[in-house]
């Protein structure tokens, strides 16, 4: 970008074209005071505070809306300017209920520091009279307070609303003298359009908005800051805890704007719901069940038990008859921790984790592809793609900050939004195209769609002939896919097949983004191998603003993967069946390892109904409640030998526990999460542990050691000093590096700055592979007993089981329990009413959930969300298998609903 | 002096929406030419024209009609602004009621020029039977195919929308125009982006006055030289006057540019003032403009003169006060006016106007002292300083000129408490 040279108060500034006068200041040190900017809304002009003088020009400007140009000289304050401030604070001063004395925002305060610069005096137009008391449209919302006699009318909160979140859910109503921020007719905040992100409440520059909950719970200069990733989903935001030192809780959770990956935006898991880590449910000493009944022991009866029963099962029935199930939740060195002590300690390959439920076939699908089975891209990269093209991800929902980034790239730089989803999902709004495909045929659709590409040669020969290798065998399995076939199979028209076709191909850079609607079917690693198809016919991998972007779930998934949470790779992906790597490992943690790959999450559970697994250690999972066809999981749980548990809450599993070690919470420690874009980021530890809960790594140490095979850290970066020596994809990292920004995997060595996007140059694998991909029918198919498609999947308040979101009053007001979404005509049909109890039932089991009657989804198909342990989806869902990457088929089963006879 | 018709020429001559009347006196001649001409030979010739608009800013016609020309793709809008909510100001509604052909002509050669398919009269809320008028225009035009596909047997299709306004004073800037014909809360919005670049649903618009509009024909119809000979230096053409206040004779007059003086244009056509006693202030511009007095009011009616002397021409709303009345008197009228018609917008003027409006009523009830004047020239200072649109750099102007040029009316009324 050009660089213009300017002056501002005398000193020579450079700054790109079109930056603002404000913004340039700022870059020099010099604030010019503002009440109504923020970097991520569009300037308003609104507060008149941020006025300059421009040599040549009559009057004075607003510095907030003008850009620099070569060679002004800009005056950002003199007399006559300070009074004009002084002048109009006075008046907002005149119109605002000056309560510093008992107001949360006191200290952190643009408006009072700016009354203090310019030493306004907050009486001198007289002090404002109090509006009468009546409820606005917060006053019966569990997350925001909404005070109009503060309110300043800048209109931040109503722009962030609508021009970042895109929820315009806020809008000021009112005339002259009484104009407030309110929602569309007044509703209350938590029945309106909002999504509770708490934007407004961060933007806010006066004490107009807050946390409800914090009130009166401490200033922030009484409060100290913490620095942390946030616990839920895969995006990784980096938030800030403001805890009270006296109590050591936490208060409210803020983001500093700047900051990556979300720049101050979060949603309302990140805000609102850190209510868990505060619960009285939490675990505070370890638990061992006697006679079906849990009695508190202390840690060295719990470890000494521990230990004694593993090393017993090992002796009578072998190392492989013991498993353990890691945790996407934990930290990477947790993760670390975990998986040596099941290889090096036990001496099984048996370990796994939640990934095989959700993005298990991305990791096997993309490293046959590409080499490396992660996000190609970043994540501020999708804003500038020419196409966004969504297949299988609620993104706003699953990963709501990268759905900023999403909305942002089509409002704000024309990027083409392409949405293929069963179900009208948000973004659909914003797409140039939506089309619905029946869950479970991607591979139709995206065959279909490069039949098109082929046949328009719309395709990058240079990038296919110089990077990539059989095109060949992918085309003949083509050829007769034609969008007519694929209509008969997805119910998308074939005309919307050849424009999506189109809009993809033609685009610059295009980029994929696909989350579990694309993972979790038996034809999980088909779909993944599919999609890499596309991208590679196109030319869109390896470079920016492109590639193939599976969204990982859980905070740390991308992570748990990384550092061999898996039963066939160590740390960094590297076989277990490799004997040289096997040799390599053997020697880093002195002890013979297995060759042997190990089970996989479902295989584990299918194991013990053999008798082949006696003992199983969990390491904050959930199956109980996560895992498909719950009934026959639950059975397992109850019937292996022995069952540890080791949770921050008494979990749905750990109630089939043999012990419970209770555990710390991510905000109770040091470490690191690794986010979806691959990028290593600081957990900082925030509050004091409740009771005698531990750090997982730590509490495995000493099982370890107990067991015989000593292991011991002095803190967590230690571990991460040892990571880096056994990973080379972690090779450079350290605590040290990644203290402020986090570093993108690969990061061989300390002097690499971390990669941004893969692939470039050349492909991981050396050369892109083409896999032709046929289509095949889900594992089960609607029939006259069970008539529906069931789909599960997520929704933006619940996380995974529900057992930390669901402590958050926030989000119990806006979902308090789970639903079924059925189309209106199907509804209509079973004489079912919106909100009415109904019944679904699959071959594996029946639920009882409440009627979501809609025409987001289309008729035949259902839709569960899978958090809610009163109505849990995965009694429902199929285990049938992936056979590569052994991922069960969430997305799709055949179901029956029913009105229930009578009212329960 | 004497009065010129030449937009007025053909007010009270038919009765609209009757087309034939219009067509009998020359009407069309302009818009036929123009589609000869083709829109780029249309915005020279306002341009050549000099034509200036009528709404109160004052901005040359032909260069914004050629911004939003310059926008070669896509939906443009244009925007006939009929508001006219000044003080003191009702000259639009002579134009709109009396020969309503001639500014729906203006329309069309505008939307023609600029390549505007779908435009909008956007009439004040309490002109019903004008309003009530133009939906028989409309309907009268699309019979006679002058709205609608084809214009005229030409490639030319307009469509108008005859919408009623809110009936609020700030609707009648253009951006809080346009606000509130996308159904959005009538408040104006920061400048730039200007309407011609993202004006009505984020496209190209061009915003004009009545009288500008109706100008146009005119130019077309007379020729630029024509046109050009009448006026002054700078600023050709008629304009039309709002005459109104302490005169015998109120009424809307179109004069020549500068053939004049404010004080005999005062004199010859409101008849003196009513009470006969001699003028103490003339505001020559509208409400919102600043006093003129003593010798000022021999400055001529152009704008530059009147400039010069001290205020501005604005909506050319000539409004008379004759000694006897208190400024604080005529000050707390306007602003009683004003007071409730800030969009909410920005900080000073939102507030500004309630703080001065109670100031005002303080002084004149005899509670003032010398620190209230203090604050009205400095919050009347801080809001023409630094506010986003017209009404707030304007609506102070009166009451800071009223503290220069009566500072003893306002003396007086702070000594009746101290005294
Ligand atoms: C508070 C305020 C009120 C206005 N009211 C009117 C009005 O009633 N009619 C009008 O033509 N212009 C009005 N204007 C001026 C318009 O914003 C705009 O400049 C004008 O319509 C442009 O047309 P012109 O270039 O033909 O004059 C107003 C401006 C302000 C700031
Ligand atoms: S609530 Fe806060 S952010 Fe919103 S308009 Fe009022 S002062 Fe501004
Ligand atoms: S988007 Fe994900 S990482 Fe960000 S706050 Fe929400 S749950 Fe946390
Ligand atoms: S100056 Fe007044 S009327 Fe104009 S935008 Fe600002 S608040 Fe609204
Ligand atoms: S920051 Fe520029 S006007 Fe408010």
């Known amino acids: ?904 | 002096m004497k009065e010129i018709k030449l937009l007025t020429r053909r007010v009270g001559t038919y009765e609209p929406p009757d087309l034939k009347g219009y067509e009998a006196q020359g009407g069309l001649v302009a818009l036929k030419k123009a589609l000869a001409m083709g829109p780029e030979s249309v915005i020279d010739e306002i341009k050549r024209a000099g034509l200036v608009g009528r709404g109160g800013a004052g901005f040359p016609t032909g260069p914004k009609w050629a911004m939003v020309a310059g926008e070669k793709q896509g939906q443009k809008y244009l925007i006939c602004n009929a508001e006219e909510g000044e003080v003191g100001t009702f000259k639009d509604k002579v134009l709109l009621d009396g020969d309503p052909w001639l500014v729906l002509e203006g329309i069309l050669i505008g939307a023609f020029a600029v390549g505007a398919e779908k435009t909008y009269i956007y009439i004040n809320g309490e002109y019903d039977q004008t309003i009530e008028l133009w939906d028989r225009l409309v309907v009268e035009a699309r019979k006679a195919g002058l709205l609608g596909d084809d214009i005229l047997g030409s490639k030319l299709s307009v469509d108008l929308q005859v919408v009623k306004s809110k009936g609020l004073y700030i609707t009648g800037e253009e951006l809080a125009l346009i606000s509130s014909l996308e159904m959005r809360r009538a408040a104006s919005r920061l400048k730039p982006p200007y309407p011609t670049e993202k004006g009505l649903f984020g496209r190209p618009t061009v915003v004009n006055n009545v009288e500008t509009l109706a100008n146009v024909p005119v130019i077309l119809a007379e020729g630029v030289e024509a046109y050009r000979r009448l006026g002054v230096e700078g600023e050709p053409g008629t304009r039309l006057f709002s005459l109104s206040g302490d005169v015998k004779k109120s009424g809307v007059y179109e004069l020549e540019i500068g053939s004049g003086t404010l004080a005999e244009f005062i004199e010859e056509f409101g008849g003196g003032t009513a009470g006969g006693r001699p003028i103490k202030a003339v505001q020559p511009g509208g409400g919102t403009s600043r006093f003129l007095a003593g010798d000022s009011l021999k400055c001529k009616l152009t704008a530059r003169a009147i400039l010069q002397a001290g205020s501005g021409i604005g909506t050319a709303g000539v409004i008379v006060y004759e000694e006897g009345k208190s400024a604080v008197d005529i000050v707390k009228g306007l602003i009683e006016f004003y007071g409730f018609e800030s969009c909410g917008r920005c900080a000073p003027c939102r507030i500004g106007v309630v703080r001065i409006k109670e100031i005002i009523d303080k002084v004149f009830g005899g509670e003032g002292t010398d620190e209230d004047l203090e604050q009205l020239r400095q919050i009347g200072k801080a809001c023409v300083a630094v506010s986003t649109c017209g009404m707030g750099q304007a609506f102070p102007l009166p009451v800071l000129s009223a503290l220069e040029l009566f500072p003893q009316d306002f003396e007086a009324a702070i000594e009746k408490v101290s005294a």
Not at chain 1, 20 to 34: F, H, Q, R, S
């Open chain 1, 1 to 904: 970008m050009k660089e213009v040279c300017f002056n501002i108060d005398g000193t020579k500034v450079t700054a790109p074209e079109g930056t603002t006068i404000l913004e340039a200041a700022k870059g020099v040190g010099i604030d010019i005071p503002n009440l109504c900017y923020d970097s991520r809304v569009e300037p308003a002009g609104t507060c008149r505070m941020c006025v300059v003088q421009i040599e040549g020009r009559p009057g004075l400007t607003i510095s907030c809306n003008t850009p620099v140009a070569e060679g002004m000289e800009v005056c950002t304050e003199n007399a006559e300017i300070a009074a004009i401030r002084r002048t109009v604070l006075e008046l907002i001063l005149s119109d605002h209920r000056v309560a510093c004395t008992s107001c949360d925002k006191d200290g952190a305060c643009r408006l009072q520091d700016y009354a203090y610069r310019y030493q306004a005096d907050e009486g001198r137009f007289g002090l404002p009279e109090r509006r009468p008391v009546k409820p606005n449209y917060a006053t019966n919302s569990e997350g925001i307070l909404y005070d109009p006699d503060k309110c300043i009318l800048c209109g931040l909160c109503v722009r962030y609303c609508e021009e970042v979140q895109k929820a315009e859910a806020l809008t000021f109503a009112g005339r002259l003298g009484q104009i407030e921020v309110s929602t569309a007719f007044g509703m209350d905040l938590h029945e309106s359009t909002c999504v509770l992100c708490g934007g407004c409440v961060e933007i806010c520059p006066a004490g107009s908005m807050l946390d409800r909950a914090a009130i009166g719970k401490g200033r922030e200069k009484d409060l100290t800051r913490t620095r942390t990733t946030c616990a839920y989903c895969g995006v990784g935001c980096q938030l800030d805890l403001l805890t009270d030192p006296k109590t050591g809780r936490i208060v409210k959770v803020t983001s500093e704007v700047g900051c990556i990956p979300n720049n101050g935006n979060m949603c309302v898991k990140g805000k609102f719901a850190m209510d868990f880590v505060g619960s009285d449910k939490r675990l505070t000493t370890p638990l061992i069940k006697r006679n079906g009944k849990f009695e508190e022991a202390t840690w060295e009866e719990a470890i000494e038990f521990v230990a004694e029963r593993l090393k017993q099962i090992r002796s009578e029935f072998g190392a492989e008859s013991i498993a353990g199930l890691s945790s996407a939740k934990c930290t990477n060195e947790d993760n670390y921790v975990f998986q040596k002590f099941i290889r090096a300690c036990i001496g099984t390959n048996n370990v796994d984790h939640c990934a095989r439920l959700c993005h298990a076939s991305t990791v096997a699908g993309l490293a046959r592809a590409f080499g490396s089975g992660a996000m190609t891209n970043s994540i501020d990269e999708i804003k500038d793609a020419g196409c966004i093209f969504i297949i299988g991800s609620n993104t706003t929902e699953a990963h709501p900050v990268i759905g900023l980034y999403v909305k942002e790239g089509v409002m704000k730089n024309g990027a083409e939004l392409l949405v293929a989803d069963p179900r009208r999902i948000d973004l659909a709004r914003f797409a140039k195209l939506y089309i619905a495909q029946k869950p479970g045929t991607d591979v139709a659709l995206i065959n279909a769609m490069m039949n098109v590409i082929i046949s328009e040669e719309i395709y990058d020969k240079d990038f296919i002939s110089e990077r990539t290798e059989d095109f060949e065998k992918l085309k003949p399995i083509l050829k007769d896919f034609t969008p007519e076939k694929a209509e008969a199979i997805t119910t998308i028209p074939a005309e919307k097949i050849r424009a999506a076709a189109r809009i993809y191909a033609k685009a610059d850079t295009a980029s994929i983004i696909y989350s579990m609607g694309i993972t979790q079917h038996t034809t999980g690693t088909d779909n993944v191998l599919s999609l890499a198809n596309l991208a590679m016919l196109t030319g869109n991998v390896g470079k920016a603003s492109a590639g193939v972007n599976p969204l990982r779930g859980q905070n740390n998934v991308q992570g748990a993967c990384d550092l061999g949470a898996l039963p066939n790779v160590y740390p960094g992906y590297q076989s277990v069946e490799d004997s040289q790597l096997q040799t390599k490992f053997e020697s880093a943690w002195e002890q013979k390892l297995s060759g042997r790959k190990g089970l996989t999450v479902v295989e584990m559970m299918h194991a013990i109904e053999e008798d082949k697994i006696k003992a199983l250690y969990i390491m904050g999972e959930n199956p109980a409640l996560s895992d498909p066809n719950l009934n026959r999981t639950r059975k397992s749980l109850e019937k292996v030998d022995f069952l540890v548990s080791q949770d921050i809450f008494l979990s749905e599993t750990a109630e089939y526990a043999d012990v419970v070690l209770p555990s710390v919470c991510f905000a109770e420690k040091d470490g690191t999460f690794t986010n979806t874009e691959r990028r290593v980021q600081r957990v900082r530890k925030a509050v004091t542990p409740p009771g005698q809960a531990q750090s997982d790594w730590e509490i495995i140490c000493e099982v370890a050691t107990k067991m015989g095979y000593p292991m011991a850290y002095g803190g967590a970066d230690e571990i991460m000093d040892e990571i880096a020596t056994v990973t080379p994809i972690y090779g450079g990292m350290s605590f040290e590096r990644i203290d402020k920004v986090g570093l993108q995997w690969p990061c061989p060595d300390k002097e690499h700055p971390g990669t941004r996007f893969l692939h470039e140059g050349t492909f991981k694998r050396g050369k892109g592979k083409f896999h032709p991909v046929e289509y095949k029918n889900p594992d089960e198919l609607p029939d006259e007993n069970y008539p529906f498609v069931l789909t599960t999947g997520r929704q933006l308040y619940q996380f995974h089981t529900g057992t930390m979101t669901r402590k958050s009053p926030v989000i119990n007001q806006v979902s308090p329990t789970g639903y079924v979404e059925i189309h209106t005509d199907d509804a209509a049909g079973l004489e079912i009413s919106n909100g009415e109890k109904v019944e679904v039932i699959t071959r594996r089991g029946k639920v009882t959930t409440l009627a979501r009657v809609t025409g987001n989804i289309e008729k035949g198909w259902l839709f569960m969300p899978f958090h809610f342990r009163e109505g849990p989806a995965n009694m429902l869902t199929n285990d049938a298998l992936d056979p590569t990457a052994k991922i069960p088929e969430f997305k799709v089963c055949a179901a029956a609903v029913n009105k229930m006879k009578q009212p329960v």
